[in-house]
């Protein structure tokens, strides 16, 4: 039971144009939301948070949007470089669960 | 350099040898995690351990056992590895138990049992 979905596999989008990546969960106890990139032979590392008491949280050309109501998060990236190419999971935690992530999105930006 | 590090990278084995993939972290964290990564599935836990002699299942965690003898090493044990464990492994160090921290992944071990 997948209880944070990232219904698309993969994004491309021109560099310079904004990049909107969607997540979704069905757990209503979680309660913090985390991306992490993912470059090829390495490791996930951490982009940017979001706690359930805001709605929103800016950091640089990355800024994280969440809608408790519809249990849907989204990373905007804006503008976007090609070195922002790489796999963006998404993940959600409470304190009563350890983190559960998504199964990813290819963000692919083209010069 | 503050790091989470697992070796070895790279593992093909044969079903039943078993194997061990080590991660130590130096950054006097608390908190370890092992993951697996799959195609279509993303990153499951398989074990996890909030302090040194403290572990605990995660969603994945039949064929697998962990120790933590030291707070810096969370060995992954696969006492008899079989092919549906071919998949990229994840070792993870956070702060503090707390599931509000940001985790710090290694690079992680590519293992394939033929």
């Known amino acids: 039971d997948q209880q944070v979905k990232q219904n698309s596999p993969s994004l491309s989008v021109q560099e310079g144009r904004i990049s909107i990546l969607n997540c979704d969960y069905t757990?209503?106890?979680?309660?913090?939301f985390l991306w992490y990139k993912k470059y090829p032979a390495e490791g996930p590392t951490f982009l940017i948070s979001?706690?359930?008491?805001?709605d929103k949280n800016e950091d640089g050309r990355f800024t994280v949007f969440l809608n408790k109501s519809a249990k849907h998060l989204s990373l905007h990236i804006v503008p976007s470089q090609p070195g922002d190419s790489a796999v963006y999971f998404c993940a959600a935690s409470s304190l009563e669960r350890d983190m559960r992530f998504g199964a990813g999105t290819r963000l692919t930006v083209k010069p | 350099e503050a790091q989470v590090t697992q070796n070895p990278r790279y593992l093909i084995t044969v079903t039943g040898k078993k194997l061990t993939v080590t991660c130590s972290q130096n950054m006097n964290h608390e908190y370890m995690s092992w993951y697996r990564q799959d195609p279509g599935l993303g990153l499951r836990q398989i074990y996890y351990?909030?302090?040194?002699?403290?572990?605990d299942k995660g969603d994945v965690p039949e064929g697998y056992k962990v120790s933590r003898k030291e707070k810096r090493n969370f060995p992954l044990i696969l006492e008899s590895p079989s092919p549906n464990q071919t998949s990229l492994y994840f070792c993870?160090?956070?702060?503090?138990?707390?599931?509000?921290?940001?985790?710090?992944f290694g690079p992680g071990t590519r293992l394939t049992v033929l």
């Open positions: 993870a160090s956070s702060l503090s138990s707390s599931s509000y921290n940001e985790q710090f």
């Open positions: 979001i706690s359930s008491i805001k």
């Open positions: 351990s909030m302090n040194v002699e403290v572990t």
């Open positions: 757990n209503s106890m979680f309660d913090y």
